[in-house]
C-alpha cells in the first residue's frame, strides 16, 4: 500500500521543524517524502528480534 | 620520453625513477590534456596549474639526488570536489560552499597520496552534496561519459571516473554512500574501490550520511588501484569511523591467485530487473573466475529501503540549517529530496538502523562458505544526459536514476568492501561498458583484489582511454 501524504501533512511536519516551504513546493516534497515512507514499510513492517540494536555502541 | 593518456601509474612511476621521463613532463602532458579536452568533458571544477608544477618539481629534484619519491612518485591524480584541498574552497557540488573560504589543510587521503608522490592536478565535479547518481549538476553542468559525449558520467563521483576513463589522469578520488564510486567506474568502464566503512579515513571530507560514507580510488588498472589503495589504508584519529587496525598491504599478494578463494555469484534481486548486458558481464566474470555456485541473500529490497532512509535522514540533517535559510540555492534536484529526508520520522530511520544490523548478520551468514560474492554494478549502461524520469527493464516501469544503484546500495548499507571491474563488447551495450562486482566481507580488500588481477591478466575485464563518441 502506498503511503498518502498531503501538501497540508508535509507543511504541518515542515512548521513542526521550523522548515519554511516557499508556496507551491509542498507538493513536491510530499511526493518524495511518500516514497521514501512507502519502501520505509519493507523494514518497519518486518519483525525483528528485540535484542536488535539500532547502532553501533557509542565509546565516550 | 613522453608519457601517453594511456600509461599506467605504476608505468610513469617506473619512467620517472629510471629517467626517462620527469615529474614535470608527466604532469604537463597530463595538463595538457585537461586543457584540450575537459571543456567538452566537464569533469574538472578546479586545475592546479602551478601548484601542480611545484610539486612535481620537488618529485624531480627527490628522484635527481637518488632518493625514494614513493610509490607513486609524480603520477598526476584528481580528486572529487568534496575532499579538502589545502588553499581551495571545497564545493561539495554546491553553490552554498562555494562562499566558504579555502581548505587549511589537505584532506587526510589527499595527504595520503601527496606524501605517496603523487601530484594533485585538480578538483573534480560530483553530484551536489554526493546526492545522485548521475553527476547531472544543475550549478556546475553535467559531466559527459567519455565513451558517448551524450550519456552521463553516473554519480555522484562523476568527475572521478571520467577523468580518469578519458585518459586525463591515470588516478582519482571519489567517496561512496550508495553506489558514488561503483556507478561512475561502472558505467565510465573504470575500476573503482569502495573499502571497507571506516578502512580509510574520511577526515576533510564534506561529509554526505555519516554512517554510509566511504572513500577510495578509481584507476585503469587493478594495479594502479591496488597501490592506491594501500597509501590510503590504515588507522586515523581524527575520523571517528575510522577503524583502529593497522594497514594490511594487498601489492604483496596481488599475484597470489585465486585457487584458495571460494567465489560464488548472487542470485535473487541480483538477477532481476537488470538489461540482459549486466547480467551476461556477471556471468562472463563468473565463468573466468570458475564460480558455478549461486547464494541468495534474503531481503535485499528491505535493505535498499533502510540505505534510501538513513542516506536521507542523515543527508538532510547536515544541510537543515541551509535548508531553512537558503533552500532556493540549492541543485533543483536535490533540494526536495533533501527537505523529504528532514520530515522522516526518527523512529523509522532507527528502525532503519535496526534492519541494517539485523541484514549485516545475514551478509555474515553467506560469508562463512564464501569469499567472493559476484554481481552487478548497474542495471544497466550509461542512459542519456536528461533522460526520462522513468524507464522500462525487464518489462517493469523503474525510476531511471534510482534504479542505477538498485545492486549497490545493499552492499555501502553493511560496509562491505566491493571492487567494480569494468567490461565491454558485451551484447546490446553497443561501444558502453558495464561493471561488475566484486564483494567480500569487512577487511578483505586483497582477496577482490587478487580475483580482479585475475580478470585483468585473463583479458576478461579492461580499463582502455576511451575512444571518445558523440
Not at chain 2, 557540488?93 to 579555502?102: D, K, L, M, N, V
Not at chain 2, 577526515?203 to 566511504?214: I, P, Q, R, W
Not at chain 2, 548497474?378 to 544526459?385: C, L
Request: with cysteine; glycine share 8%; net charge neutral.
Amino acid at each position: 500500500m502506498e503511503s498518502t501524504l498531503t501538501e497540508a501533512d508535509v507543511e504541518r511536519l515542515a512548521a513542526l521543524l521550523g522548515l519554511p516551504l516557499e508556496p507551491g513546493s509542498a507538493a513536491a516534497v510530499a511526493a518524495q517524502l511518500a516514497g521514501l515512507m512507502t519502501s520505509a514499510r519493507l523494514f518497519t513492517e518486518f519483525p525483528l528480534p528485540d535484542d536488535v540494536e539500532p547502532a553501533p555502541v557509542f565509546r565516550p | 620520453m613522453s608519457v601517453g593518456a594511456d600509461a599506467s601509474a605504476i608505468a610513469i612511476v617506473d619512467a620517472i625513477n629510471t629517467r626517462r621521463t620527469s615529474a614535470r613532463e608527466v604532469v604537463t602532458s597530463a595538463l595538457e590534456r585537461i586543457d584540450r579536452r575537459d571543456r567538452v568533458l566537464n569533469c574538472f571544477t578546479r586545475v592546479l596549474g602551478e601548484v601542480a608544477i611545484a610539486d612535481a618539481d620537488r618529485v624531480d629534484r627527490i628522484v635527481a639526488t637518488g632518493g625514494d619519491a614513493g610509490p607513486l612518485a609524480g603520477v598526476p591524480f584528481a580528486v572529487k570536489n568534496l575532499f579538502d584541498v589545502a588553499g581551495v574552497t571545497t564545493l561539495a557540488g554546491s553553490r552554498i560552499h562555494a562562499e566558504h573560504p579555502p581548505a587549511q589543510r589537505d584532506a587526510a587521503a589527499v595527504a595520503a597520496l601527496r606524501r605517496a608522490g603523487a601530484v594533485l592536478v585538480g578538483c573534480l565535479n560530483m553530484d551536489e552534496y554526493a546526492f545522485g547518481f548521475t553527476t547531472e549538476n544543475t550549478h556546475y553542468g553535467p559531466t559527459r561519459n567519455p565513451h558517448d559525449l551524450s550519456r552521463i558520467a553516473g554519480g555522484s563521483s562523476g568527475g572521478s571516473a571520467a577523468a580518469v576513463a578519458a585518459g586525463l589522469v591515470p588516478l582519482s578520488l571519489g567517496s561512496d554512500t550508495n553506489g558514488s564510486i561503483r556507478v561512475p567506474a561502472a558505467l565510465c568502464g573504470v575500476f573503482g574501490l569502495k573499502p571497507t566503512y571506516g578502512r580509510v579515513s574520511r577526515a576533510g571530507v564534506v561529509l554526505f550520511a555519516g554512517s554510509l560514507d566511504h572513500v577510495g580510488p578509481f584507476a585503469r588498472s587493478v594495479r594502479d588501484l591496488a597501490v592506491a589503495f594501500d597509501a590510503l589504508q590504515g588507522p586515523d584519529a581524527a575520523d571517528p569511523v575510522c577503524a583502529d587496525r593497522p594497514a594490511e598491504p594487498t601489492i604483496p599478494g596481488l599475484d597470489l591467485g585465486i585457487t584458495d578463494l571460494r567465489v560464488a555469484v548472487a542470485g535473487g534481486h541480483f538477477a532481476q530487473l537488470a538489461e540482459p548486458a549486466a547480467l551476461a558481464a556477471v556471468e562472463r566474470v563468473a565463468r573466468a573466475l570458475g564460480a558455478s555456485r549461486r547464494v541468495t541473500i534474503a531481503d535485499v529490497q528491505r535493505a535498499r529501503a533502510a540505505a534510501s532512509v538513513i542516506t536521507s535522514t542523515e543527508g538532510a540533517f547536515y544541510h537543515l540549517d541551509d535548508l531553512k535559510r537558503r533552500a532556493k540555492d540549492f541543485d533543483p534536484l536535490t533540494r526536495d529530496r533533501f527537505r523529504a529526508g528532514a520530515l522522516i520520522p526518527a523512529a523509522v530511520y532507527l528502525q532503519a538502523l535496526r534492519f541494517r544490523a539485523w541484514f549485516a548478520e545475514r551478509a555474515r551468514e553467506v560469508f562463512r562458505d564464501v569469499d567472493v560474492v559476484i554481481a552487478p554494478t548497474t542495471p544497466y549502461p550509461a542512459p542519456p544526459i536528461g533522460a526520462p524520469r522513468t524507464t522500462i527493464v525487464d518489462g517493469v516501469e523503474v525510476v531511471t536514476r534510482g534504479h542505477l544503484g538498485v545492486f549497490t546500495q545493499p552492499w555501502s548499507l553493511i560496509g562491505l568492501p566491493v571492487v567494480s571491474v569494468p567490461i565491454a563488447g558485451l551484447a546490446g551495450a553497443g561501444p558502453l561498458p558495464l561493471g561488475v562486482q566484486l564483494i567480500a566481507p569487512a577487511f578483505r580488500e586483497a582477496h577482490l583484489l587478487r580475483a580482479a588481477a585475475r580478470l585483468e591478466a585473463e583479458g576478461v575485464v579492461a580499463a582502455p582511454v576511451a575512444a571518445t563518441r558523440g
